[in-house]
T-cell receptor, first 115, second 117 residues
Framework: AQSVTQPDIHITVSEGASLELRCNYS??????LFWYVQSPGQGLQLLLK??????LVQGIKGFEAEFKRSQSSFNLRKPSVHWSDAAEYFC?????????????FGTGTRLTIIP | GAVVSQHPSRVICKSGTSVKIECRSL??????MFWYRQFPKQSLMLMAT?????????EQGVEKDKFLINHASLTLSTLTVTSAHPEDSSFYIC?????????????FGSGTQLSVL
């Protein structure tokens, strides 16, 4: 069965500092991996996804993620965070590149930005 | 862009009552919608897949008589928690699949926080 682990429940980062959110997955075949962000009162928004090709994926809002098969990881990064990045971030693994078939989510990481 | 509206965002009800949650795709037709549940400090878990005009497909361990899903139109799916109990208190979120214009995307609602007293 597929599973996703986000080890960090809550992370606090200073505005302008770099960010890395960790995600580890377990999946029997080639994984389709996603990062979603949820701002308060908003729905989940897709930041980026990986399903093949270049292991470094660029997403929206300046985010990127790197797929490392040997470590079963798909960590999300941003070189310089903005106060508007404060939100809940979810890593997910799915059975298709569109993410519409039985997504399995991690528990989420809440990001707080301090001035 | 495409938007999925979920209502209500928060509901508090007494034990034994039923609660209906609506999920609407606002500018696209969604033949398929998904319902998820998240308990505190746990993952979002898929409960069921809702298909327009047919019965929903429930994931293992989800009681279909407890969580009634109706997808009667291409833009609306509803989840009814029947005879709610405190253990049903959770965050429920829907998503809708947009297959229009040769693309295929998944859009999420903003979720519903259910508290059963």
């Amino acid at each position: 069965a597929q599973s996703v682990t986000q080890p960090d429940i809550h992370i606090t980062v200073s505005e302008g500092a770099s960010l890395e959110l960790r995600c580890n997955y377990s999946y029997g075949a080639t994984p389709y991996l996603f990062w979603y962000v949820q701002s308060p009162g908003q729905g989940l928004q897709l930041l980026l996804k990986y399903f093949s090709g270049d292991t470094l994926v660029q997403g929206i809002k300046g985010f990127e993620a790197e797929f490392k098969r040997s470590q079963s990881s798909f960590n999300l990064r941003k070189p310089s965070v903005h106060w508007s990045d404060a939100a809940e971030y979810f890593c997910a693994v799915g059975a298709s590149s569109f993410g519409n078939e039985k997504l399995t989510f991690g528990t989420g990481t809440r990001l707080t930005i301090i001035p | 862009g495409a938007v999925v509206s979920q209502h209500p965002s928060r509901v508090i009800c007494k034990s034994g009552t039923s609660v209906k949650i609506e999920c609407r795709s606002l500018d696209f037709q969604a033949t398929t919608m998904f319902w998820y549940r998240q308990f505190p400090k746990q993952s979002l878990m898929l409960m069921a897949t809702s298909n327009e005009g047919s019965k929903a497909t429930y994931e293992q361990g989800v009681e279909k008589d407890k969580f009634l899903i109706n997808h009667a139109s291409l833009t609306l799916s509803t989840l009814t928690v029947t005879s709610a109990h405190p253990e049903d208190s959770s965050f429920y979120i829907c998503s809708a699949r947009d297959r229009g214009g040769g693309r295929e995307k998944l859009f999420f609602g903003s979720g519903t926080q259910l508290s059963v007293l």
